[in-house]
């Protein structure tokens, strides 16, 4: 069953919008364009779209809630917020390049549409913008949460050098994949889910609670990812069916069935073993996979880490109306169509 998208998403986002704006009107005009291009906001020229096409926006509404957890406002997070999403996006932005990626969010990506190089530099523009926000005011927390970004970040590139490691391996097992999930989203999540407490000066048990719910939720996220990844339906997720397949990514349902003694092991095996893989080959790896088991395991093990992260949080001392909408957040997350 699709669950209703939380309301803190909207909330957040209506909190946090204007400031991740004016953040990229600081920006140089030749940067500043597609950055708004790759938020959504405007078309490839720099006109304003009817409807933006902005991503969901998780990481802002995670950092707003840290900060009511914490009993601090919702605005006590919105530098957090910013920056966060900054970080998020600058990642996306070289993430489509490694991958070769032509689409996000149903239309061209920005390297497509700008070029490679120049894309490079707008990711670097962005990524360095959020700290600028953070540190636009050298409070004790301000400067704490920036060099919590920063480990989160470097975190996170680990986890992306990672990932492209494990693409030319053919021994990755579960335990790797799980490795490079902490590290290439869970960090960015943990800091998310801590920063808006870390702002409101809060406890350290309570930022650790905190954390710990966005490392969990960060493994759920990319355990959904990856089910989206092969069975996710183009119209809603903006990206062809089966296209992790079709790049032989080492994602969790491939693990699980490529490190498994089932018979569908050694065929799918074969198949990854090629160079690319045809629309046939992809269709026949997704009915392996899921015959096999590696659909049911993964999502499986994407409810397990949203329970063990509502745990974190429930007996933890926070304000409650908090935690009722991170666990809302983490059912969401678990359970979306992209």
Known sequence: MKLPTPAVLDRAGELVRPALAAAV????AELAVPVRYHFGWTDAAGAPLPVERAGKGVRAALAVLSAEAAGAPAAT???GAVAVE???????IHDDIVDGDAERRHRPTVWSVYGTDNAVIIGDAVMALAFEVLLAETTPPRA?????????NASMIAGQSLDMTLHDRLDVSVEDCWQMIS???GALLAHSAAVGAILADAPAATVAALRRFGEELGRAFQAADDLLGIWGRPEVTGKPAGNDLRERKRSLPVTMVLTSPSAAA???AGLYSRASLDEEAVAKATALIEEAGGRAATAAAARQCRERA???????GLAPAA???LSDLAAFIVDREH
């Open 77 to 79: 997070a919105t530098p």
């Open 266 to 268: 050694a065929e799918l």
């Open 86 to 92: 900054l970080i998020h996006n600058y990642s996306l």
């Open 310 to 316: 509502v745990e974190a949080v429930s007996a933890a």
């Open 25 to 28: 009107d600081r920006l140089s």
């Open 144 to 152: 704490a949460a920036a060099a919590d970004l920063a480990r989160a």
């Open 183 to 185: 590290q290439k989203t």
């Open 323 to 325: 935690v009722a909408e």
